[in-house]
C-alpha cells in the first residue's frame, strides 16, 4: 500500500515539475508564483484544461496522447516525467529499507533528502535540455542538500559512505566525511573548469562547474570520479551518431547536464555492480 501511495504523490510531484520546467525563462526566477500560479492550457490552441484533462498519465492514455479541443499531438514529455517522478518515489526508499517503511529515523530523513535530489535532478534535466542552462537556483539546493547528507552522516556512522563499497579504498577513500565530501567537490571543479577553458565553453559550461561541485558534496570521493567518467561516456554515446550523421558538429554545444544526472543515477543504483563488473572484466582485482 505504500508503494502505490508513494508511486501517486510522485506522479503528481511530476506534474508540478513539467509545469514549472515548461513554463521556465532563463531570466526569471526558477519558482515565480506569477507564472506557475496560471491555468494549464493546450500548448497548440490555448483552451484552458479542465480537472480531468490534468490527471497524471492516465489522463494522456485517456486522449490518446491529444488535446481534446484541437486534436494536436500532446508532448510525450508530460507522461515520461510524471512517471520518472513517481518511481523516484517508490524505488529510494527500497535502496535504504528493503521494502519496509515503518521505521522514522536517520535512514528515513536520509531517503527523504535523496528523493528531493533525484526530483530535482529530473527538473534540471529538463531545463538544461531545453534552454542549455542550469540556474544557479538548482545548484545551491543541491549543495544544500549535500551538506544536510553530511550532517545525517555524522549523527548515524553506519550509513554507507560510497555506492562504490570496498572499492573505494583503491582510490584513496578518506572515512573523515567533511574532508572526503570537499575534497570531491575541489577535484571535480577543478578538472570542469579546465575543461571549460580548453574547450573555450563549447564543452560545457559555468553551470555544470557547479553541479559537479554540488554533486561532490553529494557523492564524496571517489564516487564522483565514477560519475565524471560515466558521463563523459554516455556523451560520447549520445552525440557521436549525431556526429556521424552530421546533425551536430564539433563546435556545437550539447548541454551536459543531463548526462551528468544519468551517471549520477546509476553509481546510486549501481555503483558497486558498475565498478565491480568492470575490474573482473579486465582482471584488475
Known amino acids: 500500500m505504500a508503494h502505490i ?37 493546450c500548448p497548440h490552441c490555448s483552451k484552458e484544461l479542465r480537472w480531468f484533462e490534468l490527471a497524471p498519465i492516465l489522463s494522456y492514455i485517456i486522449q490518446k496522447g ?11 514529455q508530460y507522461p515520461l516525467v510524471e512517471l520518472l517522478s513517481g518511481l523516484i518515489f517508490v524505488f529510494i526508499p527500497l535502496v535504504f529499507f528493503n521494502d519496509n ?18 526530483t530535482i535532478f529530473l527538473l534540471l534535466s529538463i531545463i538544461d535540455y531545453y534552454h542549455s542552462i542550469i540556474p544557479d537556483s538548482i545548484n545551491l539546493l543541491l549543495a544544500a542538500l549535500g551538506v544536510v547528507l553530511i550532517f545525517i552522516h555524522n549523527l548515524y556512522f553506519m550509513l554507507h559512505n560510497s555506492f562504490l563499497g570496498h572499492y573505494a579504498l583503491l582510490f584513496g577513500f578518506q572515512e573523515n ?11 571535480s571543479m577543478i578538472f570542469i573548469a579546465a575543461v571549460i577553458i580548453l574547450s573555450r565553453g563549447r564543452g560545457m559550461g559555468w553551470g555544470d562547474f557547479k553541479l559537479v561541485g554540488a554533486l561532490g558534496l553529494i557523492y564524496g570521493w571517489p564516487d564522483i570520479l565514477m560519475i565524471l567518467f560515466l558521463a563523459f561516456v554516455i556523451g560520447a554515446v549520445f552525440v ?13 554545444a550539447v548541454p551536459f547536464g543531463p548526462f551528468l544526472v544519468i551517471a549520477s543515477v546509476l553509481v546510486f543504483f549501481l555503483g558497486y555492480q558498475i565498478i565491480d563488473g568492470y575490474f ?3 582482471g584488475l582485482y
Open 280 to 282: 573482473k572484466l579486465f
Open 240 to 252: 557521436t551518431p549525431l556526429l556521424l550523421k552530421k546533425r551536430k558538429t564539433i563546435k556545437d
Open 5 to 41: 501511495i508513494l508511486f501517486i504523490f510522485g506522479l503528481a510531484i511530476g506534474s508540478f515539475l513539467n509545469v514549472v520546467s515548461l513554463r521556465y525563462q532563463p531570466r526569471q526566477k526558477l519558482l515565480d508564483l506569477k507564472i506557475i500560479n496560471g491555468r494549464s492550457r
Open 177 to 187: 566525511i567533511w574532508i572526503n565530501r570537499f575534497f570531491a567537490a575541489a577535484i
Open 66 to 76: 491529444r488535446c481534446r479541443s484541437c486534436g494536436r499531438r500532446i508532448s510525450f
Open 101 to 118: 517503511f515503518q521505521s522514522f529515523n536517520l535512514l528515513f530523513f536520509q531517503s527523504v533528502v535523496w528523493i528531493l535530489i533525484f
